[in-house]
Structures are given as structure tokens and as C-alpha cells.
Nanobody, 125 residues
Framework: QVFVAESGGGLVQAGDSLRLSCEAS????????MAWFRQAPGKEREAVAV????????DYADSVKGRFTITKDNAKNTMDLQMNSLKPEDTAIYYC??????????????????WGQGTQVTVSS
């Protein structure tokens, strides 16, 4: 069984940095991909960053390219999201997710099988 849990959220000011971490249960990294999604009030849940677990290749939403970096640590079973130059529009609940098998569209929330409870990120202006 796969379990993931997020940590690292908080309240920061615009321009600040924050690092989120997703701790995964043993065996999670044998799945296909992991991702960070976020959901702001009244908005759809959207993919922020994706990492394929076999080769570490990544994809980012246009809105965070150049500011966010997704990484994984196979030895620690963790996946992190380094967020720099944060903006008020980055305010949302951030979720860690796991896709068990290959999907072409890794930005779709419907292709993920396991989710964490989420961590709140609030960026004040």
C-alpha cells in the first residue's frame, strides 16, 4: 500500500522561498511518477510539477517554470518541491500524488492513484 504525507507549508511573503517535502511509504518509488498539485479556493486542482521515478525527468506548469524545482531522494523515499520567488497567486493547498502506471498526460489529476492530505501555502503581498 502506498502512503504519502506532505510537510513544509506555511505563511510567507511575496518573493520568499519555501520547501515542501513529501514522505512516501516503502515501495512508492517503484511506481511510475509523482507530482505536486495545488488547489486554490474556488479553483480546480492543477498540476504544478511532475517527476518520473525511473529516470527523474520532470515537467512544470508554465506558471512556475524557473521558480519551482521538483526533486526526489530514492534513499530517503522523499520528494521535494523547492519554491522560490513566491507570488500571492501561488497561495493554495499543495498535494503530493502518486501515479502507479504510465499515463501520457501526467498533468491530469485523474491519472493519480494516491494522494496526501495536503499542506497549506499562503503567500502575502
Amino acid at each position: 500500500q502506498v502512503f504519502v504525507a506532505e510537510s513544509g507549508g506555511g505563511l510567507v511573503q511575496a518573493g520568499d522561498s519555501l520547501r515542501l517535502s513529501c514522505e512516501a511509504s516503502e515501495g512508492t518509488f517503484s511506481r511510475y511518477a509523482m507530482a505536486w498539485f495545488r488547489q486554490a479556493p474556488g479553483k480546480e486542482r492543477e498540476a504544478v510539477a511532475v517527476i518520473r521515478l525511473s529516470d527523474g525527468s520532470t515537467d512544470y506548469a508554465d506558471s512556475v517554470k524557473g521558480r519551482f524545482t521538483i526533486t526526489k531522494d530514492n534513499a530517503k523515499n522523499t520528494m521535494d518541491l523547492q519554491m522560490n520567488s513566491l507570488k500571492p497567486e501561488d497561495t493554495a493547498i499543495y498535494y503530493c500524488a502518486v501515479a502507479n502506471t504510465y499515463y501520457r498526460d501526467l498533468r491530469s489529476r485523474y491519472n493519480y492513484n494516491h494522494w496526501g492530505q495536503g499542506t497549506q501555502v499562503t503567500v502575502s503581498s
